[in-house]
């Protein structure tokens, strides 16, 4: 148990058995309680919704109703947590989604030339993967859930926590009903986390915050396409967001047929939830293609909007007087702009950090050295969309200033990014990293670099509607 007393050492003769909560039940949660079954005697889950039977929306996570792919990264990851995880995926019909072939995409003023796909994600829904990470570690006898139950603090003082107080869901009056004791207490309630009141309260500091906010807002709804105008050439349309596109849409394929279609743009003018207007909002994208299919497909469910899409990085790293025996993951820990799709799959891939860590036989694992090991993962994502949504016209937030090594690398970055659309070397390792499976450095590969310095590949003027490679092209 991380920072704990000797006398509590599993197995010793007379040993209390060790005990760790997990704040929330989402997928963070729920991976760490997996994890962490394999180092405690009992895992408790305190959740503040009710838990469906299968798989269904549910208040605590509102974000369910928008897209959800699953980048490389933590397909992995869900893998080495679960075995066989990917195969149950696939047989609930999740699609797969080979990257650049399947989707049409347009990015930065060009169209991606549609090469054999180098990458794949998965773009089934989000409510099918939690059901499905939740039926697989709910399994575990080790494991309880505690539902409708919100955790309000933590007890202990600012050397140690202790366990958690919980009330009744929507007891906003801050009374604790009930305490739960524990070894160790993870903190995985998401974006919306109060970790830094509950230390506040202890006497302890929170972490301090990095905010860059975009000022990014959604609206997602659910379609059928009787045309089947998608999923005979291309199975996506993607029109990508940056500074100098500042609206977005985004077609992809879930399980049973059914189509997510998100439209994306800046606070201020967002898209709208009214059902004719969110179809309007689509001619302002760059090519007619998603307003033409928007008024053909056929509508399966209201439209959903949101607009809390900050990236928020609370750096628990940097020095402090917190307690031992707290650590926080997932969202809690890092959020961010979802646009880039990284959520799930870090909060995956820290599940796996977390084991690691915790296994380590060379280094104790202090609640700061396992802290700063979760935080590590989260790097490249936090990279990749904090840096790129500074440069969002209109961005705020605590963290815009450009560090020394943005200014360095932001030459050969932005060349990557104009040579992503056309050229297939700089196209694969570009989104390596993005899918999470190779680290930044691999941009700096001697065949990657030769490919940036060279003069750019010209990039389609129209739609490439059909892959390259296939009869016909
Ligand atoms: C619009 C949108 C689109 C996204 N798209 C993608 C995508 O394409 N790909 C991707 O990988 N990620 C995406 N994400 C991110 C992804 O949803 C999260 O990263 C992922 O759910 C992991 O989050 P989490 O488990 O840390 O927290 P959450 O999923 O937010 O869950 C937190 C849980 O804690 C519970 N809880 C909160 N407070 C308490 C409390 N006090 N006591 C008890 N329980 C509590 C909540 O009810 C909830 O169950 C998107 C996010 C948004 C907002």
Same mark, same amino acid.
């Given at each position: 148990?991380?920072?704990?007393?000797?006398?509590? +050492?599993?197995?010793s003769a007379?040993?209390?058995?060790?005990?760790?909560?997990v704040?929330?039940?989402?997928?963070?949660?729920?991976?760490?309680?997996?994890? *962490?079954?394999?180092?405690?005697?009992r895992? /408790?889950?305190?959740?503040r919704?009710r838990?469906?039977?299968?798989?269904?929306?549910?208040?605590?996570?509102?974000?369910s109703?928008h897209?959800?792919?699953?980048l490389?990264?933590?397909?992995?990851? @869900?893998?080495?947590l679960?075995?066989?995880f990917m195969?149950?995926?696939?047989?609930?019909g999740?699609?797969?989604?080979?990257?650049?072939?399947?989707?049409?995409q347009?990015?930065?003023?060009?169209?991606?030339?549609?090469?054999?796909?180098s990458a794949?994600?998965?773009?089934?829904?989000?409510?099918?993967?939690?059901?499905?990470?939740?039926?697989?570690?709910l399994?575990?006898?080790?494991?309880?859930?505690?539902?409708?139950a919100?955790?309000?603090?933590l007890?202990?003082?600012a050397s140690?926590?202790?366990?958690?107080?919980?009330?009744?869901r929507?007891?906003?009056?801050?009374r604790a009903?009930? =305490?739960?004791a524990?070894?160790?207490?993870?903190d995985?309630?998401?974006?919306g986390?109060?970790?830094?009141?509950?230390?506040?309260?202890?006497?302890?500091?929170?972490?301090?915050?990095?905010?860059?906010?975009?000022?990014?807002?959604?609206? /997602?709804r659910i379609?059928?396409?009787?045309?089947a105008?998608?999923?005979t050439?291309?199975?996506?349309f993607?029109v990508?967001m940056?500074?100098r596109? @500042?609206?977005?849409g985004?077609?992809?394929?879930?399980?049973?047929?059914?189509?997510?279609?998100t439209?994306?743009?800046?606070r201020g003018d967002?898209p709208p939830?009214?059902?004719d207007?969110?179809v309007?909002?689509?001619k302002?994208?760059? =090519?007619?293609?998603v307003?033409?299919? *928007?008024s053909?497909?056929?509508?399966l469910?209201?439209v959903?909007?949101?607009?809390?899409t900050a990236n928020?990085?609370?750096?628990?790293?940097l020095?402090?007087?917190?307690?031992a025996?707290?650590?926080?993951?997932?969202?809690?820990?890092? +959020?961010?702009?979802?646009?880039?799709g990284q959520g799930?799959?870090?909060?995956?891939?820290?599940?796996?950090? *977390?084991?690691?860590?915790?296994?380590?036989?060379?280094? /104790?694992?202090? /609640?700061?050295r396992?802290?700063?090991?979760? *935080?590590?993962?989260?790097?490249q994502?936090?990279?990749?969309s904090?840096v790129t949504?500074?440069?969002?016209?209109?961005?705020?937030?605590?963290? @815009?200033?450009p560090?020394?090594?943005?200014?360095? +690398?932001?030459?050969y970055?932005r060349?990557?990014?104009?040579r992503?659309?056309?050229d297939?070397?700089?196209?694969?390792?570009?989104?390596?990293?993005l899918?999470?499976?190779?680290?930044?450095?691999? @941009?700096?590969?001697?065949?990657?670099?030769?490919?940036?310095?060279?003069?750019?590949?010209?990039?389609?003027?129209?739609?490439p509607?059909?892959?390259?490679?296939?009869p016909? +092209?």
């Amino acid at each position: 148990m991380i920072d704990a007393p000797k006398a509590d +050492t599993r197995g010793s003769a007379g040993a209390r058995q060790r005990h760790a909560v997990v704040v929330g039940a989402s997928v963070a949660g729920l991976l760490t309680a997996r994890v *962490l079954a394999g180092f405690v005697d009992r895992v /408790t889950i305190v959740e503040r919704d009710r838990l469906p039977e299968g798989p269904e929306p549910r208040s605590g996570v509102p974000q369910s109703r928008h897209p959800h792919v699953l980048l490389e990264g933590g397909q992995d990851a @869900l893998d080495v947590l679960l075995p066989g995880f990917m195969d149950e995926l696939r047989a609930a019909g999740a699609p797969r989604v080979g990257l650049p072939a399947d989707v049409v995409q347009w990015q930065d003023g060009r169209w991606l030339r549609r090469l054999p796909a180098s990458a794949y994600i998965y773009s089934g829904s989000r409510v099918q993967l939690e059901h499905l990470v939740r039926r697989r570690v709910l399994a575990d006898q080790s494991i309880t859930v505690i539902e409708g139950a919100q955790v309000t603090g933590l007890s202990g003082d600012a050397s140690r926590v202790c366990g958690v107080l919980l009330g009744k869901r929507g007891d906003g009056t801050g009374r604790a009903a009930r =305490h739960l004791a524990a070894d160790l207490v993870v903190d995985a309630s998401g974006r919306g986390t109060k970790a830094g009141q509950w230390l506040s309260a202890l006497g302890a500091e929170g972490a301090p915050e990095e905010v860059i906010d975009a000022g990014l807002a959604y609206a /997602t709804r659910i379609y059928r396409d009787p045309s089947a105008a998608l999923g005979t050439d291309f199975l996506g349309f993607y029109v990508i967001m940056n500074p100098r596109q @500042l609206y977005g849409g985004l077609l992809l394929p879930m399980e049973d047929g059914r189509y997510t279609a998100t439209l994306a743009g800046l606070r201020g003018d967002q898209p709208p939830t009214d059902q004719d207007e969110f179809v309007a909002y689509a001619k302002k994208l760059p =090519h007619p293609f998603v307003h033409q299919w *928007l008024s053909t497909a056929e509508p399966l469910s209201p439209v959903f909007g949101f607009r809390q899409t900050a990236n928020v990085r609370r750096r628990y790293d940097l020095p402090g007087r917190r307690p031992a025996g707290f650590l926080a993951i997932g969202d809690a820990l890092c +959020t961010f702009n979802p646009v880039y799709g990284q959520g799930v799959s870090v909060a995956a891939m820290s599940a796996v950090a *977390l084991r690691d860590a915790l296994a380590d036989p060379r280094r /104790t694992p202090t /609640t700061r050295r396992v802290q700063r090991a979760l *935080l590590a993962v989260s790097r490249q994502a936090w990279d990749i969309s904090a840096v790129t949504d500074k440069a969002m016209p209109g961005a705020t937030g605590n963290a @815009l200033a450009p560090r020394a090594v943005d200014r360095a +690398t932001g030459w050969y970055l932005r060349r990557i990014q104009e040579r992503y659309p056309g050229d297939p070397v700089v196209g694969e390792a570009f989104r390596a990293v993005l899918t999470l499976t190779s680290p930044v450095t691999a @941009l700096f590969a001697p065949k990657v670099v030769r490919a940036v310095l060279r003069p750019a590949l010209a990039a389609p003027v129209d739609p490439p509607m059909v892959p390259e490679g296939s009869p016909g +092209t």
